[in-house]
């Protein structure tokens, strides 16, 4: 039995092997875990033809929206662990929808492998032109005196931009009122209308209005200023010291994958991202190049896991 077994694993390990060796042999799919058209699409499809040259092999890109992420993050968690099925990851699926919702269908640290963050992305404290605040300074003072008029605006309960408004509360001891909306669209439509007069944002999503004077920024989010935005404070620098979030995304694919293969889409990312053209492109989208190794990305996942995971239960937010 024991000489049975082992047989059986060897010849487990010899076909992954020949597997990881051969591989990409056919198309990979790219699954992205919101609808088309957002900042997550987006950079999906800015690294889908330069790893097609890479790798050799057509890069399908899947929309599969819905849960916050969770849908088409499961869907690549339950995929075939051969490197033809990987997820752009974003810090909501990977990070805080498992304090957030109250079941998950799957466990993002044993489920899913890290292959790269791409991403860091910083969010924005802005408002509408109406509001009388031209700094920070300012507008904690308007709202200490006026807390019911300036409820912020997020893409929904968890998001980005709804943590960092919460880390806001927090920091600053107020209690902003949090309007969620179902997308970052509609809560930016909203805010440049003047129907909620502030929201924290993802900075590539806002950078155009904001250079346009139809949004006022504050500060950034970040530790560190935003090339988009380098004349934008941070939170620290404009009198907030210790506030510090952001948003990231990467690139994982099933646990079981072959590391050789995890290796490879590695190694052909941060080949894509030392290219100069690229790398222009890619900062467009208010977000820095990232890259690095798995290990790396990994060790984020589990870090923002606790940070964002306390910050969810600290505001006491649940989804269903």
């Not at 690294?47 to 849960?67: F, H, S, Y």
């Not at 290990?295 to 269903?320: I, N, P, Q, R």
Request: glycine share 10%; no cysteine.
């Amino acid at each position: 039995m024991f000489r049975k077994a082992l047989f059986a694993s060897l010849l487990l390990v010899q076909a992954l092997g020949a597997a990881a060796s051969d591989y990409p042999s056919k198309p990979i799919k790219f699954i992205v875990p919101y609808p088309p058209g957002g900042p997550t699409d987006a950079m999906a499809r800015l690294i889908q033809t330069p790893l097609q040259a890479k790798l050799k092999t057509p890069v399908i890109i899947e929309n599969r929206g819905g849960a916050g992420g969770n849908i088409g993050t499961d869907f690549v968690a339950k995929s075939p662990a051969d490197g033809y099925t990987i997820v752009l990851a974003a810090s909501g699926p990977m990070a805080v929808n498992s304090t957030l919702y109250r079941s998950m269908p799957f466990d993002p640290m044993k489920d899913l492998a890290p292959v790269i963050q791409i991403s860091a992305f910083p969010l924005v404290l802005e408002v509408h032109p109406s509001v009388k605040a031209n700094n920070l300074k300012e507008f904690l003072a308007l709202a200490k005196a006026n807390p019911s008029e300036l409820g912020f605006a997020s893409a929904g309960n968890g998001t980005p931009q709804h943590l960092a408004g919460e880390l806001f509360n927090t920091t600053t001891g107020l209690k902003l009122q949090h309007i969620p909306y179902k997308g970052a669209g509609p809560a930016l439509i909203d805010v440049l209308g003047g129907h909620v007069k502030v929201m924290f944002d993802i900075l590539g999503s806002s950078v155009q209005y904001i250079k346009s004077d139809k949004l006022r920024p504050l500060a950034v989010t970040t530790a560190k200023r935003s090339p988009a935005l380098p004349d934008v404070p941070t939170m620290a620098e404009a009198g907030l010291p210790g506030y510090d979030i952001s948003g990231w995304h990467g690139i994982a694919a099933p646990a079981a994958t072959p590391k050789p293969v995890i290796t490879q889409l590695n190694k052909a990312i941060n080949e894509i991202f030392a290219d100069p053209e690229f790398k222009k492109r890619w900062e467009e989208l208010g977000t820095p190049i990232v890259g690095g190794t798995p290990e790396a990305f990994g060790a984020l996942v589990k870090s923002d896991t606790v940070k964002l995971g306390k910050l969810v239960k600290d505001a006491g937010v649940t989804v269903d």
